[in-house]
């Protein structure tokens, strides 16, 4: 029998393989006093106490599993809520530098427009097709 200390030291397997050799041995304590093969009958109580130690102590592990299970589940969840904030962030700014390449490019677009018509206007004005009142 190891002590609650070593009990603690035990990997997961070792602590289940324990746990199965201390129920057998208590099996056998048991039927060997009931049957009257053994006479220490003290040993029952003392192994079955052991078998709570065990128990106590796989009960304890799985409870501890379980809380890293449930926060390994937040965290990937946060993960997740985290990722989507980001793309939606990096949407937003596609859209922005999408917005300002569409005003830069109409701005560029009118500023030619206006270019070409002012040129219009000078080529037909050396031509002399307009003329004011005053010079006709």
């Not at 993960?79 to 989507?84: G, L, R, T």
């Amino acid at each position: 029998m190891l002590t609650f200390s070593e009990v603690r030291q035990l990997s997961d397997r070792d602590l289940s393989d324990e746990l199965k050799s201390a129920r057998d041995s208590l099996f056998r304590q048991k039927m060997g006093v009931k049957t009257g093969h053994l006479k220490d009958n003290h040993m029952v109580a003392i192994l079955k106490k052991y078998v709570a130690q065990l128990l106590t102590e796989n009960t304890r592990r799985s409870a501890k599993g379980e809380k890293v299970a449930k926060t390994a589940a937040e965290i990937s969840k946060k993960v997740a809520d985290s990722k989507a904030e980001v793309s939606k962030a990096q949407e937003g700014e596609k859209k922005k530098a999408k917005k300002v390449k569409a005003e830069e490019s109409e701005a560029e677009t009118t500023t030619a427009e206006k270019d070409t018509a002012d040129v219009k206007v000078k080529k037909v004005a050396k031509k002399g097709l307009f003329k004011s009142k005053d010079e006709k």
